[in-house]
């Protein structure tokens, strides 16, 4: 211990010069006697001009412990045989010095000490004005920073601690090092309170000393936050903790730039501007389905303001959800350090008091961002709402040329017309659908090329951008919902001409929307029934799947069909919870949903005579709030017309009867049935099939599909005896027998028993 003392004295011995040196202080502490003018200049980005700034204070620093040092070789001055076994026993002779001091009077208590002056306007300087804490609270910081510049100042506080273990300064080193009385050592406990600004602000960490089970204050250790640690010794970037959620952005260009509305523009300017003349805060939320638009508004604003934008996505950090008040008080404080603006993106998945809270006390501008506006409140501060409304057709168009543009393709202008008015897509969408649609591209020319042995340029076509469009409508449906592929079209149609017309104009209908709505005005003139929705009555088989499908291909859409299992619920109001996802999820995107089966959701109400019908009834009418209320495309499907409540019909754009098809339409319908690659034998008599089979679409389908595997089987073509089997196949899942007569066996020798 005596060899410790020796080099850490040598090691504080380095007298500085004059102009560095601080008065000697008296017992009476002030706190200008830790006058310190601490500096941080955001421009200072190395280490070594964060040094400079450092080293004054170091020096202090050092003189402090060089006097502490000095007075504790005093104390345990003991012969040379206890002195080896220092920490390890306590001799009589220390336990009299113990009985000999005063309670509570600081070990050391230098009666005199000198501290360096930090230049004005450095590095530690303005951290401490940033931070709002006093001169004595920096002194604290400095002496938990030191270990973090040199580990000999770990050697000086174990020595001064008389344990070998203690590398790490506790409550109790520092009391006894800056403080000058007992009296004054009790009061600045305080600093290390629970709500004091050291410890609320989380600038400094306390720990227990593992020795201890329940260990007094006093000796608790203590350790400098990272990102303190960080600000003073100039590191550059982020703090870890924050990278996996936060990004500082540099705009390159200021609001007047900006590509958007040009009232929201305009006012956003204002507010910016009077913010920064009259160096006042202020917090705006901004609102809107773009995150991408609101975050570029956010960066131009920072610009105009001289500052960056140090943006935090807390729907994309799952980790910080167990302790999110440490997360946003971590994320301001890094803001402020660095000079730039806070923008904070889904606080909806985060407690709205505790970001009130953080930004209410971190008192400078910041930006908020979420899909509602309206919502976020707070108490101290005022909220300033700017609503980015989602873009109209003109504006979608505009995206698409100029992602395409930048990606070295085009499309016709039939396509980037039915693009922008069909799917409302943000900018970001659509930046990543062109992304997609030309990775699409490039992977068809690199198969071209490989069956063709010749290089092939990537051509982008209307499928690539359509199929890209769809992929980013719907991204949270298919948890709800299950996706159809379509394969239909019109040529597969077999329905009577005023149906198909129906239908058509469905597709029309889709088609004008945006047109209607916002060009000529009938989105503002409406406030509920804005969306396209129809009804498919008909009997089982008669085509309803078919028609949404060949809908769903005619107008480039994603077709979901809602699966009844999983939204009808035996258990009160889960039903209505389950609907309210699928309307939830389905808002917004540019996706049909099709509900098959539609009477099972969409029957009729009964007069209320238990419970269950109450329930009943509710789950109905809440059902017929939703249709009303969504604007999207919704195809509801029913095997009886008169099962479905009279209120639902009110609601429904279109009525589409699929009648049961009639003698001509059964024959189109086993004529286009076969794909042109199946083999038929010259015996088929689909006239006959027609005539005396009456039967839906869905039934023939099965029985030519059956068909076909039996001629598989047989190793030969599609005949008469292979379809007239499987005719009798399906009447016995009907429920029907057939007699030799009607199979007319003699002709094509078919045995009611058998093959």
């Keep these: 211990?005596?060899?410790?003392?020796?080099?850490?004295?040598?090691?504080?011995?380095?007298?500085?010069?004059?102009?560095?040196?601080?008065?000697?202080?008296?017992?009476?502490?002030?706190?200008?006697?830790?006058?310190?003018?601490?500096?941080?200049?955001?421009?200072?980005?190395?280490?070594?001009?964060?040094?400079?700034?450092?080293?004054?204070?170091?020096?202090?620093?050092?003189?402090?412990?060089?006097?502490?040092?000095?007075?504790?070789?005093?104390?345990?001055?003991?012969?040379?045989?206890?002195?080896?076994?220092?920490?390890?026993?306590?001799?009589?002779?220390?336990?009299?010095?113990?009985?000999?001091?005063?309670?509570?009077?600081?070990?050391?208590?230098?009666?005199?000490?000198?501290?360096?002056?930090?230049?004005?306007?450095?590095?530690?300087?303005?951290?401490?004005?940033?931070?709002?804490?006093?001169?004595?609270?920096?002194?604290?910081?400095?002496?938990?920073?030191?270990?973090?510049?040199?580990?000999?100042?770990?050697?000086?506080?174990?020595?001064?601690?008389?344990?070998?273990?203690?590398?790490?300064?506790?409550?109790?080193?520092?009391?006894?090092?800056?403080?000058?009385?007992?009296?004054?050592?009790?009061?600045?406990?305080?600093?290390?309170?629970?709500?004091?600004?050291?410890?609320?602000?989380?600038?400094?960490?306390?720990?227990?000393?593992?020795?201890?089970?329940?260990?007094?204050?006093?000796?608790?250790?203590?350790?400098?936050?990272?990102?303190?640690?960080?600000?003073?010794?100039?590191?550059?970037?982020?703090?870890?903790?924050?990278?996996?959620?936060?990004?500082?952005?540099?705009?390159?260009?200021?609001l007047e730039q900006l590509k958007t509305d040009a009232v929201v523009k305009t006012a956003l300017r204002s507010i910016m501007l009077a913010a920064r003349q009259n160096e006042g805060a202020v917090v705006l939320h901004f609102s809107g389905a773009s995150k991408i638009q609101m975050r570029h508004a956010a960066a131009a604003a920072a610009f105009d303001c001289g500052s960056l934008l140090l943006a935090a996505n807390f729907s994309d950090a799952p980790d910080v959800r167990a302790s999110p008040g440490e997360a946003i008080d971590l994320f301001l404080r890094q803001a402020k350090l660095l000079g730039a603006i806070p923008y904070i993106e889904g606080v909806e998945s985060l407690n709205l008091d505790l970001v009130g809270t953080a930004v209410e006390q971190s008192g400078g501008t910041v930006m908020v961002a979420s899909k509602s506006g309206g919502w976020f409140r707070l108490r101290g501060r005022r909220v300033v709402p700017v609503d980015f409304a989602a873009q109209d057709s003109r504006q979608r168009r505009i995206s698409w040329e100029r992602n395409l543009s930048q990606c070295g393709a085009h499309a016709d202008e039939p396509t980037l017309e039915a693009l922008a008015r069909r799917f409302r897509l943000t900018p970001e969408q659509i930046e990543e659908a062109v992304h997609q649609a030309c990775d699409r591209a490039f992977w068809r020319g690199a198969i071209r090329s490989a069956e063709t042995n010749a290089a092939s340029e990537p051509e982008v076509i209307p499928d690539d951008l359509y199929a890209a469009a769809r992929a980013q409508s719907a991204p949270d449906l298919a948890t709800v919902a299950r996706k159809l592929n379509p394969t239909y079209t019109w040529q597969d149609l077999v329905l009577p001409p005023d149906t198909v017309a129906q239908l058509r104009e469905i597709c029309q209908r889709v088609s004008h929307y945006e047109h209607v709505m916002a060009d000529w005005g009938f989105d503002r003139k409406l406030s509920l029934g804005k969306g396209t929705s129809a009804l498919f009555s008909g009997p089982t088989g008669t085509g309803k799947t078919m028609a949404a499908e060949v809908i769903a291909n005619e107008v480039k859409l994603d077709l979901y069909k809602i699966d009844l299992a999983g939204v009808v619920s035996k258990y009160i109001g889960e039903t209505e919870k389950n609907l309210d996802r699928i309307f939830a999820a389905a808002e917004g995107t540019n996706t049909i949903l099709f509900f098959d089966e539609a009477d099972a959701l969409f029957g009729k109400r009964s007069e209320v005579r238990d419970s269950h019908d109450r329930y009943a009834n509710i789950e109905i009418s809440y059902l017929l709030q939703k249709m009303e209320q969504y604007e999207g495309i919704a195809i509801l499907a029913s095997n009886l017309r008169a099962n479905v409540d009279e209120a639902f019909v009110r609601r429904l754009a279109f009525m589409v009867p699929f009648p049961f098809p009639d003698e001509a339409s059964r024959r189109r319908i086993w004529a286009g049935i076969w794909p042109v690659t199946t083999h038929l034998a010259d015996d088929l008599d689909l006239d006959f099939l027609a005539r005396e089979f009456k039967l839906t679409g869905g039934n023939i389908k099965n029985i030519a599909l059956a068909g076909a595997f039996l001629a598989a089987e047989d190793g030969g073509a599609v005949t008469m005896v292979h379809l007239l089997h499987a005719t009798r196949r399906e009447y016995q899942k009907l429920g029907k027998v057939l007699s030799e007569a009607e199979l007319d066996s003699s002709r094509f020798d078919v045995q009611l028993t058998g093959r």
């Excluded at 410790?4 to 008065?23: I, M, V, Y």
Aim: a negative charge; charged letters at 30%.
């Design 1 to 254: 211990m005596e060899e410790l003392a020796q080099t850490t004295a040598r090691s504080c011995g380095t007298r500085r010069p004059p102009e560095l040196e601080h008065p000697a202080l008296g017992r009476d502490f002030e706190e200008e006697s830790l006058g310190m003018q601490f500096g941080f200049n955001l421009g200072e980005r190395e280490a070594g001009s964060a040094l400079s700034g450092l080293r004054p204070i170091l020096a202090g620093l050092d003189r402090l412990l060089e006097k502490a040092v000095e007075i504790a070789r005093n104390l345990w001055r003991t012969d040379t045989v206890s002195e080896r076994f220092r920490g390890l026993y306590i001799d009589q002779a220390e336990i009299d010095q113990i009985l000999q001091r005063p309670a509570g009077e600081p070990q050391f208590s230098p009666a005199e000490f000198l501290w360096a002056r930090a230049a004005d306007g450095s590095r530690p300087k303005k951290l401490q004005e940033l931070l709002g804490i006093s001169v004595f609270d920096f002194a604290v910081v400095m002496i938990a920073l030191a270990p973090e510049i040199d580990l000999r100042y770990e050697r000086l506080y174990a020595y001064l601690q008389d344990d070998v273990t203690r590398k790490r300064p506790s409550i109790d080193l520092v009391l006894n090092l800056l403080c000058s009385s007992a009296e004054e050592k009790l009061l600045r406990r305080a600093h290390f309170a629970a709500d004091a600004p050291l410890v609320r602000q989380k600038i400094v960490r306390l720990f227990p000393d593992t020795n201890y089970t329940q260990p007094p204050r006093l000796a608790y250790y203590l350790k400098l936050d990272e990102q303190i640690v960080r600000s003073l010794l100039g590191e550059e970037g982020l703090d870890e903790r924050l990278l996996p959620f936060c990004s500082l952005i540099r705009a390159d260009e200021g």
